[in-house]
C-alpha cells in the first residue's frame, strides 16, 4: 500500500524514475493523488496478496518495488511476495522495509488484526527474507536500519531487505 505517499515523496527526489502506486484504502489514494509533487505518480487501487491481484500490472513491468511497513499487514505475504517477483523485470529489486513488531505493537481496532495477518507480530528479521526466497529471489542483504531505530519517535526496530529476481 502507498498510504499517503510518504515514501514516493522520498523517491521523487531521484530524477528519471517514473513511479507507480497501489494502494487498497479510498481514503489513502486520494490523499497521495493530492500530495505536491506526486502528480505523476501512477496510483492504482487494490492489493497485491492475492492470486487475481496479478492482474494489476503485466510481466516484467518494474525494474524495482519498493515497500515500507507493508509486509506486517499482508493477508499472504508469499503470493505478494511471488505477484511481485512475476511483475519484476530479469535481475530486478525489491527494497523491502518493515519492523519487529511484536503483539503489543498493535493496539485499538488494529489489535483483531494479530491473528488474522500472519507477520503482524514477526519479531524477527528472517521470516520476510525467507518468504522471499520461497517466492524466487536471491536476498542479497538484510540489515537494521540503526539510523531510524535510534530515533526518538521510532518505536518498533526498523529493518530493510534488499532482494534480486
Not at 514516493?8 to 528519471?16: I, S, T
Not at 494479530?114 to 528472517?126: F, G, N, W
Not at 538484510?142 to 531505530?149: F, G, H, S, T, Y
Request: aromatic share 10%; net charge positive; proline share 5%.
Amino acid at each position: 500500500g502507498a498510504g499517503t505517499g510518504a515514501l514516493c515523496k522520498v523517491l521523487a527526489r531521484q530524477p528519471g524514475l517514473a513511479m507507480t502506486a497501489i494502494e487498497p484504502a479510498p481514503a489513502m489514494l486520494a490523499r497521495l493523488v493530492r500530495r505536491a509533487g506526486l502528480e505523476s505518480v501512477v496510483a492504482v487501487p487494490g492489493f497485491c496478496d492475492a492470486q487475481f491481484d496479478r492482474r494489476h500490472f503485466g510481466a516484467a513491468q518494474f525494474d524495482v518495488i519498493v515497500s515500507r511497513q507493508l509486509a506486517n499487514g499482508l493477508f499472504d505475504p508469499l503470493t505478494a511476495f511471488q505477484n511481485w517477483h512475476h511483475w519484476l523485470k530479469p535481475g530486478g529489486a525489491v527494497i523491502a522495509i518493515d519492523g519487529a513488531y511484536g503483539r503489543d505493537a498493535w493496539t485499538g481496532v488494529w489489535q483483531e488484526e494479530i491473528d488474522v495477518l500472519p507477520l503482524s507480530a514477526t519479531q524477527s528479521t528472517a521470516t520476510v527474507p525467507y518468504l522471499l526466497e520461497v517466492a524466487g529471489f536471491k536476498v542479497e542483504a538484510v540489515r537494521w536500519m540503526d539510523a531510524v531505530n535510534a530515533l526518538p519517535s521510532t518505536k518498533t526496530a526498523r529493518y530493510v531487505v534488499l532482494a534480486r529476481k
